[in-house]
């Protein structure tokens, strides 16, 4: 109930849902039900290639964008106060420049995709989002019992397909 997405502040409808479903939450726990607090991050989508977009130009000398990627994951120096930063720079200039929007479009589609070095280096990006969120949900109070995101998904993906749709499954 939680529902933030990764390198973006939260707005007041992140705290709104977020409270509401607290209260529920303690609710369903005061009549005795076991209840799980999901904060379920928002870790895809077009905030991913925005921000990885904007680093690239800010530090083209990152392994990250290197094309003889070596599967390194070296730190980066990034904190929640840049990713305030990066984002609406990153957002702003797409939504101004289409070559610009049609990159991220690119770098969004590989995350998807599952490319190493920008799923490495966002997943570094969620960390100190995530860091940053749970601070302010412990402004709220609010507390989660897990923290996981649409990315945890991926690898029940197949086999739910497989499920849903077997026909496109029966040669395997």
């Keep these: 109930y939680g529902g933030a997405n990764a390198a ?7 705290m709104r849902s977020a409270n509401i479903g607290e209260a529920l939450k303690r609710l369903y726990k005061l009549v005795g039900h076991d209840v ?5 991050l928002g870790d895809v989508g077009r905030q991913a290639g925005m921000v990885i977009s904007e680093l690239k130009i800010r530090h083209p000398e990152w392994v990250f964008f290197k094309e003889d990627y070596d599967g390194s994951n070296p730190k980066i120096d990034i904190t929640p106060a840049d990713l305030g930063e990066i984002y609406p720079t990153a957002s702003s200039a797409a939504k101004e420049n ?9 770098i969004t589609a590989l995350i998807d995709k599952g490319y ?5 280096l966002w997943k570094q990006i969620i960390e100190v989002s995530s860091q940053d969120i749970k601070q302010v949900y412990d402004m709220l109070n ?9 990315m945890d998904s991926y690898k029940y993906i197949e086999d739910t397909m497989k499920i849903l749709n077997p026909n496109l499954y029966e040669s395997e």
């Design 8 to 14: 973006k502040a939260l707005h007041v409808g992140h």
């Design 116 to 120: 190493k070095p920008y799923v490495d």
């Design 98 to 106: 289409e070559e610009r929007m049609e990159e991220v479009r690119e």
């Design 36 to 40: 799980i607090g999901d904060v379920h």
């Design 142 to 150: 609010c507390e989660f019992d897990l923290w996981e995101g649409e």
